[in-house]
């Protein structure tokens, strides 16, 4: 498996803000996905992120409201933008692996949004 | 389209006590990975085991075993002589084939395991 970290852990935001969330990765992967797992809820695939390319956003999810990078192989950011309380989850991203048909997941980032 | 069935919402038990967790599938791929992962209380998602649809050997580790049935579409979880460590919200995923080979997952509701001293 691969070691992921993200940047923050967690953090509160006021209303109407924009948060970035980043994520790296040791070592060269596949695919890079962003999940969002809402209080109490289990996870939703929100997009891929695509080295050189725009990412690859699942129905309900859009790019002016949550713009994805993802500038090199190891690492990608998720912008949660303008944001409101419904938008308070937590966002974890994962990987997969080179030769590894299985997805390791970040430590997640815990977003509350007052 | 896939789907994923974990029909306990919560479960309680006494340490030591055995208990297995149920994860009924739904897909019309030939080819597909069953998963499951562990989410402790912290947030960040354990991965736990990868099936592949053409390996229904039960698997164990250590205290945790798995037993897959096609014919019932099923990968269900046994966590033996279960600890309070093993308390934890725990996903059935199953893969879908998607973009540049590699595959989507789609999880279940998941299972809140709570494991008394």
């Known amino acids: 498996s691969a070691v992921i970290s993200q940047k923050p852990s967690r953090d509160i935001c006021q209303r109407g803000t924009s948060l970035t969330i980043q994520c790296q990765v040791d070592?060269?992967?596949?695919?890079m996905f962003w999940y969002r797992q809402q209080p109490g809820q289990s996870l939703t695939l929100i997009a891929t992120a695509n080295q050189g390319s725009e990412a690859t956003y699942e129905s309900g999810f859009v790019i002016d409201k949550f713009p994805i990078s993802r500038p090199n192989l190891t690492f990608s950011t998720l912008t949660v933008s303008n944001m409101s309380p419904e938008d308070s989850s937590i966002y974890l991203c994962?990987?997969?692996?080179?030769?590894?048909?299985?997805?390791?997941f970040g430590p997640g980032t815990r977003l509350t949004v007052l | 389209a896939q789907k994923v069935t974990q029909a306990q919402t919560e479960i309680s038990v006494v340490e030591k006590e055995d208990v297995t967790l149920d994860c009924v599938y739904e897909t019309r791929d030939t080819t597909y990975y069953l998963f499951w992962y562990k989410q402790p209380p912290s947030g960040e998602l354990v991965f736990l085991i990868r099936?592949?649809?053409?390996?229904?050997q039960n698997e164990i580790s250590g205290r945790y075993s798995w037993n897959f049935q096609k014919s019932t579409s099923s990968f269900n979880f046994t966590i033996t002589a279960s600890q309070v460590v093993d308390s934890a919200v725990y996903f059935c995923?199953?893969?879908?084939?998607?973009?540049?080979?590699?595959?989507?997952?789609?999880f279940g509701k998941g299972t809140k395991l709570t494991v008394n001293p």
């Open positions: 994962s990987v997969d692996m080179v030769g590894d048909d299985t997805q390791y």
């Open positions: 099936r592949n649809s053409f390996d229904e």
């Open positions: 995923a199953l893969s879908e084939p998607y973009q540049g080979g590699s595959e989507k997952l789609v």
């Open positions: 070592s060269q992967v596949t695919m």
